[in-house]
Each structure stands twice: as structure tokens, then as C-alpha cells.
């Protein structure tokens, strides 16, 4: 067995281009006909596909050592927690975070956010205290917060986004003031694919004393991430959004706030010690782990990140760059076609309308054609109302995606166009 240290820790070369043919044909699931077109796969944003690394960690673990962690004192459980914990530090340095403790393994950036809104801010919030988010939020990064103020009356602040999708640093730190508290925000609209100037309102957050949570889930999967540099103090991530298996993801966590926090689910290896007065928490990460995690999902993700680590996450960008102008360009000359967001600084996500045609039916025709898209508000119901709409057509890009899929999703939009007039 190859030993876990060196496929999920090491560091790992760069290379210069994306070889997308290799990568393709890392992907069996996109080698295939959908209603006798090949499979253009456009949906990334909501779920992205998992290459063999994954699918083969994930099969050698159940094949070879499954068993629980943390628990056994036999071989199988210590060989399990070794690619358990080489997942968690693997995860730490896909991100740039100082130590492998400041990672808590969660069910994905839902469970995530919630646990920031639940533990951070019930213990360190209170009536009258401010969180302020923008307006393009997943509802992920409202819900939660939404829950807290109807539970202790704090108060939700929401920045505006501008009509071409961006979110102004000045807009955001125009609304902080000494009772900010927290400041909420995508690092990628899911929505709009804006990417949002974290640096900056990080800096200012600081300033008036409130902690950043940012919300990675559509940042992890193609940018390079350094949660440092970011300025973040919290950070959200889903594992399959990012190659890796659903039921996974990671909240990363300063060391310093993690440990004040309380745990906000109770049960086994959360613990110290339990009498029936009392039970006294473990340290952070397993103080946030109660009960037996998502052992080989959490396997899975580190290969995932191990698998994104040896593409190099800069030519992934530049990959996906190239789609995103390639896209914009060809989308505009149909007529009709309206792209709702158009940030200077913008993920490859394309989100658009058509006039007569549905988003909803727009997505079905284009199924026909071979073309996974996703229609609907995207869980961006707020985001939506602001540019006046119920739903859009998202083309969401990843790794293995073509110009040529462009040009798929371009031809099929044209046949809509002749259907709706
Ligand atoms: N967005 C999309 O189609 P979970 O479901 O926990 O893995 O991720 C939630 C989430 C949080 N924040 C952002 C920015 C997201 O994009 C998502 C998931 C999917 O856009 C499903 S709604």
C-alpha cells in the first residue's frame, strides 16, 4: 500500500497548461451519448464529476482497510485514521491554513455555515450586534444567520451588488461600523460567478473588530485558495463541488476562534470526559466531529484535492478563464440572450435569459442536445429579485471542459431561439 503521508502531503510540482484531453480521460462518466449526442457537462457549479483518483481512493479504502477512526486500537482503524487525518491536513494545505486542526470535516458548506452561525455566534453574539452579508448570497450564508437573529436579536445588514453583477468593497464597508460582528460573503457568486474582493473588506472587517466568514464552495474548486492571504477567518467548503464525493466538506477555522467556541453537536469523540453532571470537550477539530464521520468520503476528498494539487490550481484558473471569455463571446451574438453578470473579476459560471423562452424550458431543450445546465434561482432567490428575475439558465465550466462544449450549448440555444421565435 502506498503510504498515506506521500500521496495526500507531499507538495506537489506545477505544471505550466491544463492537458484537458488527460484530464477528460480521468472522467469515464463524460464519455458518453445523451439522447445520441455526446455529453456536454455544464453543471458544475451544482455538482461537479469525480475522477478515477477519487473513485480508486475511495475503492481502496473500503477494499482494503475500512474500519472506524479515532476509535480502534486494531491495525484497520489506525491505517484508516492515518488517510483520514492525511485527508484533513491535505485539505489544510490545498488552502493555506497554518495547521491541519484548523480544519473541521463537515457534511459540506451548508453544515459549515450553519456551524459558524450556531457555535461562533450563539456564544459570542447578542441583541443588537450586527452580521453583514451581500446581497448575492447562496442561501446557505442567509438561512443561518436569519436563524440566529430570530433566536437572539441580532441584526442582518445586506451590501449591495451592482447592476453588472460586482460587489463593491466600498459598498460593503460603507455598512460596517462598531457593532458589525460578522462579515459574511461568497467568495464566488454560485449565482453570477462574480468573484468578490475578500482582501479588502477582509481588512476593513478587522478594523472595526468583526471576523470574516466566507463562503468557498464555488472559491475551492477553481482558484487557488490561501485562506491567509484571503483574510478569513472562517471558510466554507463542499467536497463535491470540487471532484470529490458528496457528503463531505470543511469548514476552515483560526485556531484561536475555534478553540473558544463551543461544540454545536453533542455525542461520541466530541468529548473528554462524560459523567452524568458533566462532559468537557475535546479540542478543536474532534470537539466539532460528534460521532462517526464520513470516513471514506473524507478519504475521497483528499484525493480530490491531491488531484487538483497536481493539475495546479493557476492553470485550472486560466483554463476556466479561457472558457468563461470564450463563452461570454459566443453567448452574446444570439440575439435575445441577455447574460445577467458581468463582473471585471468573474468565475467561469454564465448565467443568462432568453426573452419568450422559460429558463426551465430553455434547460430542457438543451438536454435534448446532449447539454447539462442548470434553470432556477440557483438558491439565490435574493439574488434573482435584485436583477428583477425568478429564475436564469446557469452554465457552469470545470476542469474538463471545451470550447467545443461551447459550441454545443451555443448550437442548442440557437435551435431554442428558432422554437420560441
Ligand atoms: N450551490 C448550485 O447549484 P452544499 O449544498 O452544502 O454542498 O453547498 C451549498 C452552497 C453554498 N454556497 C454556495 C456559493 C453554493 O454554490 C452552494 C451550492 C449549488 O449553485 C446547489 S444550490
Not at 453543471?43 to 473513485?55: F, G, H, L, R
Not at 471532484?243 to 473558544?260: F, Q, S, V
Not at 428575475?389 to 471542459?401: D, E, K, P
Amino acid at each position: 500500500m502506498t503510504p498515506v503521508a506521500d500521496t495526500l502531503t507531499a507538495p506537489r510540482a506545477g505544471t505550466t497548461g491544463l492537458d484537458v484531453d488527460t484530464v477528460r480521460a480521468a472522467f469515464p462518466v463524460l464519455n458518453q451519448e445523451i439522447y445520441g449526442r455526446p455529453l456536454a457537462y455544464l453543471d458544475n457549479a451544482a455538482s461537479s464529476q469525480k475522477p478515477e483518483p477519487v473513485v480508486e481512493a475511495m475503492s481502496a479504502a473500503y477494499r482494503q482497510y475500512y474500519s472506524n477512526v479515532h476509535r480502534g486500537v486494531h491495525k484497520l482503524s489506525q491505517i484508516a485514521t492515518d488517510h483520514f487525518e492525511a485527508a484533513r491536513s491535505a485539505v489544510a494545505r490545498f488552502i493555506g491554513a497554518a495547521h491541519a486542526e484548523e480544519i473541521v470535516f463537515t457534511r459540506g458548506a451548508t453544515e459549515a455555515l450553519n456551524l459558524v452561525a450556531h457555535s461562533y455566534g450563539r456564544r459570542f453574539l447578542q441583541v443588537g450586534d450586527e452580521v453583514l452579508i451581500t446581497t448575492i448570497e447562496h442561501h446557505s450564508n442567509i438561512v443561518p444567520w436569519q436563524m440566529l437573529r430570530d433566536e437572539i436579536g441580532i441584526t442582518l445588514r445586506v451590501a449591495p451588488v451592482q447592476d453588472d453583477g460586482h460587489v463593491a468593497a466600498e459598498d460593503v464597508i460603507a455598512l460596517m461600523n462598531a457593532r458589525t460582528k460578522v462579515v459574511a460573503l461568497p467568495h464566488i457568486s454560485n449565482a453570477l460567478g462574480t468573484i468578490l474582493p475578500v482582501p479588502a473588506i477582509a481588512e476593513a472587517a478587522h478594523a472595526v473588530g468583526a471576523v470574516v466568514v466566507v463562503d468557498g464552495c464555488q472559491g475551492a474548486p477553481h482558484t487557488a485558495v490561501d485562506v491567509q492571504a484571503l483574510g478569513a477567518d472562517f471558510y466554507a467548503l463542499s467536497g463535491h463541488k470540487m471532484y470529490g464525493p458528496t457528503g463531505i466538506g470543511a469548514l476552515y477555522g483560526r485556531w484561536d476562534l475555534l478553540e473558544a467556541m463551543p461544540p454545536y453537536q453533542g455525542g461520541g469523540e466530541m468529548i473528554a470526559s462524560v459523567t452524568f453532571e458533566k462532559s468537557t470537550w475535546k479540542k478543536p477539530p474532534h470537539r466539532f466531529e460528534a460521532g462517526t464521520p464520513a470516513i471514506v468520503e473524507a478519504i475521497g476528498l483528499g484525493a480530490a484535492v491531491a488531484y487538483l494539487d497536481d493539475l495546479d490550481m493557476a492553470a485550472v484558473a486560466a483554463h476556466e478563464a479561457d472558457l468563461l471569455a470564450y463563452a461570454t463571446e459566443r453567448l452574446d451574438r444570439i440575439d435575445g440572450l441577455r447574460i445577467i453578470g458581468r463582473a471585471p473579476e468573474k468565475a467561469a459560471i454564465v448565467s443568462f435569459v432568453m426573452d419568450q423562452a422559460h429558463a426551465h424550458d430553455v434547460g430542457t431543450i438543451v438536454d435534448r442536445a446532449g447539454v447539462a445546465i442548470r434553470a432556477g434561482h440557483h438558491c439565490a432567490q435574493p439574488a434573482m429579485e435584485r436583477f428583477g428575475l425568478s429564475a436564469t439558465v446557469r452554465a457552469s465550466f470545470g476542469i474538463y471542459n471545451t470550447r467545443a462544449e461551447v459550441d454545443q450549448l451555443a448550437e442548442a440555444l440557437d435551435f431554442v431561439k428558432e422554437i420560441f421565435g
